[in-house]
Structures are given as C-alpha cells and as structure tokens.
C-alpha cells in the first residue's frame, strides 16, 4: 500500500528546459511535504518543502506545487541543468507522523 | 554547521552476523530517523526516536533495533543478517521530528551482507 507514489521511474529533459516531477499520495491527513535530491553513494539533500496551507513555495530554481483537492504534487526546476541529474524524492508526513517517502524519480538533463 | 555524520560509511558482513551502525545528529536537533534504501526501492522507514523514546516504528522484523543517546545520538542494530540486508541505511535528523520540521539526511552506511 504504497501512500506516496511517484509512477514516473524516470525523466529526461534538454538542458535549460523546465522539468516537472510529479508525485501522488493517498493520505487526505498528509499536511506537510518535501523534496529530496539524491546522487548516487550519497545522502538526499533537501531541496524545498510546502505546507499544506500553501499551494505553491518557490527557492530559486525550484517551485513545488500542491494540490489538495487532487492530492498531488509537482516540483519544478527552470532551467534545468546537467548537475539536476539526479534521483528526486517527494515525501509527506502529518503530524505526529514518520515522513513517507515515494520510490523516486530519475532526472536526467541532457547537454 | 557539521551535518548529519553517520558511521562506519561502508561495512561487508557475513551472513548471521550483527551489525551496528552509528548517527551523530546535526547539533540541537533531537529527532533522529533511521531509513532503509535498497536497489529500485525508495527509502523505507526504519524508526525514529526523540529524547531517548523510539516515537514510531516501520514495518521491520525485530532483528533491527536502535537506541538513543542523552546527547541524541543514535544507533541501530541489525542481528543474524541476511542476504536481503544489504541496502544503504541512511539516518536523518530534525529538530523535533514533527510535522513542519525538515529531516536532514546523512551519507550512509552502505551494508553489504555475504
């Protein structure tokens, strides 16, 4: 039963084009979400997190947008670059809770 | 700021053997989480535990294990390994673990049973 899905495996954008990571969850309680960055033989890295009184947060490159009403949400990188090339984590937890982490998707920026 | 440290970052064990592996959390921070990730599988949570309590528990066997320190350091244990063990144990930390709190990784122990 998997709470947080992320069914794109993986993802593969031009350099300086926008990508989009997508992720789903099922638990309507989920109130708080990030997402990781993760290369390989090493930690994640926290990249941006949302609340869930909020529909968007943005850092930078990156924007997270979430969808209650769909339970869903995307991160956005503009532009992408080749050192994006990584495995992204979304995560969700509620209060209380442990983080719930989906299975990840594989960017990869190509040159 | 040191980061999240976590030792030993590579370890080969038998199989049948134990194993501990160490996180030192980032200073102030309270929480400390233990996740699993294994080849195509995300991360798999393990347990966390604040203030020396184990808080909340994945869906693990009870060969793995952890524990608290005063000084919020933790370990976990892993007792008769098995080959299905090997997976990168990753360990993260937050200030009070709570909702609202970002979790900070660290490297990883990287097991390897055989």
């Known amino acids: 039963d998997q709470q947080v899905k992320q069914n794109s495996p993986s993802l593969s954008v031009q350099e300086g084009r926008i990508s989009i990571l997508n992720c789903d969850y099922t638990n309507s309680m989920f109130d708080y979400f990030l997402w990781y960055k993760k290369y390989p033989a090493e930690g994640p890295t926290f990249l941006i997190s949302i609340s869930s009184i909020k529909d968007k947060n943005e850092d930078g490159r990156f924007t997270v947008f979430l969808n209650k009403s769909a339970k869903h949400l995307s991160l956005h990188i503009v532009p992408s670059q080749p050192g994006d090339s990584a495995v992204y984590f979304c995560a969700a937890n509620r209060y209380g809770q442990n983080f719930v982490f989906g299975p990840g998707t594989r960017l990869s920026v190509l040159p | 700021k040191a980061g999240v440290t976590q030792t030993p970052r590579y370890l080969i064990k038998t199989r049948g053997q134990q194993v501990t592996l160490s996180c030192s959390p980032i200073?102030?921070?309270?929480?400390v989480s233990w996740y699993q990730q294994t080849p195509g599988q995300g991360l798999q949570f393990l347990f966390e535990y604040f203030s020396e309590t184990q808080r909340n528990k994945g869906n693990f066997p009870g060969r793995f294990s952890g524990r608290q320190f005063s000084n919020s350091r933790s370990e976990m244990n892993v007792s008769t390994l098995e080959l299905g063990d090997s997976a990168l144990y990753l360990c993260?930390?937050?200030?009070?673990?709570?909702?609202?709190?970002?979790?900070?990784f660290g490297e990883g122990s990287w097991l390897t049973v055989v």
């Open positions: 200073s102030g921070h309270r929480s």
């Open positions: 993260a930390s937050s200030l009070t673990g709570q909702a609202g709190n970002t979790i900070y």
